[in-house]
């Protein structure tokens, strides 16, 4: 909070500090709980489905995941689709922004939005307009721990 | 308050000829809706896009506008008005479709009452016989261009606001009747204040200041007390704008009472509907002014009011590039005489 | 079997509420949110404690995007043990492509057959 105070006039701080006491406060504990128990329901059916995938067809407990990832997008998409997803949102927050339908919702509402600008340049476009951030940091993340890792371990390190 | 004034008297009083006033399924549900010329099923209007619907709730507005006084394009000089979407493309195209000589305008959502002084000023100084003011916006087209694609399961706090779907247009020009009619009388041009606010998701918080100040110049450069008006409504401060500026009234010792100081934000929906901090958008004010305000001055309820409409003068980038968020707000002074 | 659901629940459940937490207490965008969970996904992965909570938790560790990041730096790792180091780079998508991928073409065909309901 300080730094954030850096550039600011007297006058700036002063008000900001009458803004505070008038903002309505975020249910933090509310919010919390409903993002525990929406995150939670949202792993049961994703744990569902993994065993559905490995008994039904016979992939191992370390395959399961590439087709109920799949799975749970496709689920993502026809919540987002028929107008709940953003529903859901409003009422779980991070339980369902934070498993991997959150990020296809985040795919496909943005998808939907653009048709309206053409399927190459509006959906194309503009698809990865909100998820591209996570696969950035994604990919990079894991290309300087991966890179770390190596060089410790090529010296010696495990 | 130091500095020239920013405040015109219209002598000639130009009046209020006649208002369209249209809204979407969402305000369908709200709280004026007998306030309303007509309403729209859904936020598509028939159209392809988000954009050309909401040029759609433009042309429709002012169409019921001219028809009221039996009007066509062709008796109206000038076109005055804006949105909120880039390069204000909604009322551009309806301003292609009317083909009524044009000035574009944005301050976000005091589009309102920038458009409203600058006709009156027009048809006070003798610029015009008639001239056609408004502003509009769309809940979708601004949810897409400032915020998230609407499908996207964000979550928003409780200081957020809901864009209205809507458009109020009104003809102006010099009274014709004889009996009372609603006349702007004055109007203060706001200055850009930024009291260090960045959360875009907290309009009501950032424009505060500014509607403070421009209430306080008007009412020094007219040298009049609050008590002069029967209301002073400010465009969408809603819940968070509406009690900082009581504080700051308070700090100011301006004696604007709580019953008399409202809000657009704050009247347009109903408390079952689920819009956080209360309304926003250039169409709240202007629907609220033309549909339900007149309506209860033509009752008798106000003979008095001060409509200060407030823009957020913000853009998706300056968010992004870490910029607080500068403010306005202007002021007209609407009577029933 | 029991058991698994169970910790599956609970875990995406802490997991969703740091994700809240970042959301409400910290004020952090949702993309901001996400980045910084996929980031310490990779980490954790990096410091080979991802995996044990996936054979503690399954989907509970499975299906938060913290996946994602662990799923980044497995494949990037699993490519350098049998290439070296350019394993770093030919390696990162093998093992998370099913959920691009899948998003990709189910956000294509969302696009096709649905339109916004604002």
Known sequence: MANKNKNKTPEQIAYGQLEKKHELKRPVLKNCIRAFWVGGCICLVGQAFTYFYIYMFNFTEKTAGNPTTATMVFLSMLLTGFGIYDRLGQYAGAGSAVPVTGFGNSVVSAAIEHRTEGYVLGVGGNIFKLAGTVIVFGVFSAFVVVLIRTVIMMWGGF | MPGKSQTWVFDNQPAILSTGVVG????????????????????????DTYEKAQQKLIEEAVQIALKKQNLQETDIQFFLAGDLINQITPTS????????????????CATSMESLALAAFIINHGGAQKVVVGASSHNASAEKQFRYPTEYGGQKPPSAQWTVTGAGFAVIGPAEENGPVPRITSATIGKVLDLGISDPFNMGGAMAPAAVDTIERHLQDMGRDPSYYDLIITGDLAKIGRSIALDLFRNKQLA?????????????????????????????????????????????????????????????????????????????????? | MLAMFFWAFVIGGLICVIGQLLFDVAKLSPGHTMSVLVTAGAILSGLGLYEPLVNFAGAGATIPITSFGNALATGAMQEVQRHGIVGVLTGMFEVTSSGISAAIIFGFIGSLIFKPKG
Not at chain 2, 301 to 322: E, N
């Open chain 2, 93 to 108: 195209f309806a301003a292609r479709t009317n083909a009524i000589p044009y000035f574009g305008l944005f301050s976000a």
């Open chain 2, 24 to 47: 979407g399924p969402f305000e369908k549900n709200g709280r004026l809706v007998d306030d309303f010329d007509r309403f729209f099923e859904d936020l598509w209007l028939g159209q």
């Open chain 2, 256 to 337: 604007v009472t709580e019953e008399q100081f409202q809000d657009c934000g704050l009247l347009i929906y109903d408390e079952s509907q689920p819009v956080q901090a209360g309304a926003s958008g250039p169409g709240c004010s202007a629907v609220v002014l033309y549909g339900h305000l007149l309506n209860e001055m033509k009752k008798g309820r106000y003979k008095r009011i001060l409509l200060v409409a407030t823009g957020a003068l913000l853009s998706p980038l300056s968010f992004q590039q870490g910029e607080t968020i500068p403010c306005i707000a202007h002021a007209c002074a609407i009577e029933y005489l």
